[in-house]
C-alpha cells in the first residue's frame, strides 16, 4: 500500500523558518506534479505549491517569494521551504499527486505563534 509521511511541523514564531518533508513509500512521484497542500482551523483544503515533473513551479499568492518547494526523486521526496511565516501560515499540510492523487497521510502540523 502506498503511503505518504508527512514531517518538519512544528511550533515557531513569526518570522521563523521550517521545513517539510514528504516521503512515498515508493516511486510514485516519478513523472507526476507534486503538491502541498494544507488546511487550516475552519477552511478547507487549499494548494499552497506545486512542482511538475520538470521541477517547474506554481504557488498559492500569498506564499510566493516565502515558500520553495522542491523534489528529490531519487529520495521519493518532496520539500517546502517555509520562510518568514506568519500566523495565517497555521494549518496542517499534507502533500500529494497533483494529478491522480493518492489517500491523504496524516499531514503535519505548523502553528506559528508568538
Known amino acids: 500500500q502506498v503511503q505518504l509521511v508527512e514531517s518538519g511541523g512544528g511550533l515557531v514564531q513569526p518570522g521563523g523558518s521550517l521545513r517539510l518533508s514528504c516521503v512515498a513509500s515508493s516511486g510514485i512521484f516519478f513523472g507526476y506534479p507534486v503538491a502541498w497542500y494544507r488546511q ?18 506554481r504557488y498559492l499568492d500569498s506564499v510566493k517569494g516565502r515558500f520553495t518547494i522542491s523534489r528529490d526523486d531519487a529520495r521519493n521526496t518532496v520539500y517546502l521551504q517555509m520562510n518568514s511565516l506568519k500566523p495565517e501560515d497555521t494549518a496542517v499540510y499534507y502533500c500529494n499527486r497533483f494529478i491522480s492523487p493518492l489517500d491523504w497521510g496524516q499531514g503535519t502540523q505548523v502553528t506559528v505563534s508568538p
Request: overall charge positive; hydrophobic content about 20%.
Open 40 to 57: 487550516g482551523p475552519g477552511t478547507q483544503r487549499e494548494m499552497v505549491a506545486r512542482i511538475g515533473p520538470t521541477t517547474t513551479t
